[in-house]
């Protein structure tokens, strides 16, 4: 079991920045991909971005590809999203996730642990 929580989300204007943390505990969390999603009201899940085991290669949606960059850091178990220009159309909770799958995937299914999420809300 890993247990998972997301901090740092919140409200913020349009062109602003958000930084975006998931603590793990429980099995080692360096053996696990971590990947971020998000849903608006009324949208389906949306994979944001992933990250493998060793922090050694990402894989980011293109639609926040140069605007969102994901990072870990084994040593605190904890895995990051910083998340910069942001638009009103980011606003959504965003959840990460823990795989135990070797290769990157960008749909949730392939996720075996989650976090409740956190809000992050982008005014105009």
């Known amino acids: 079991q890993v247990q998972l929580v997301e901090s740092g989300g919140g409200l913020v204007q349009a062109g602003g920045s958000l930084r975006l943390s998931c603590a793990a505990s429980g099995r080692t969390f360096s053996a696990y ?7 608006a009201p ?12 060793s922090g ?3 894989y980011h949606a293109n639609s926040m590809k140069g605007r969102f960059t994901t990072s870990r850091d084994n040593a605190k178990n904890t895995v990051f999203l910083q998340m910069n220009s942001l638009k009103p159309e980011d606003t959504a909770v965003y959840y990460c996730a823990a795989s135990g799958s070797i290769p ?11 976090g409740p999420g956190t809000q992050v809300t982008v005014s105009s």
Request: charged content about 25%.
């Open 33 to 39: 991909t971590m990947g971020w999603f998000r849903q």
């Open 42 to 53: 009324g949208k389906e899940r949306e994979f944001v971005a992933a990250i493998n085991w």
């Open 56 to 58: 050694g290669s990402t």
């Open 104 to 114: 990157i995937y960008d749909t949730s299914g392939r996720y075996d642990y989650w």
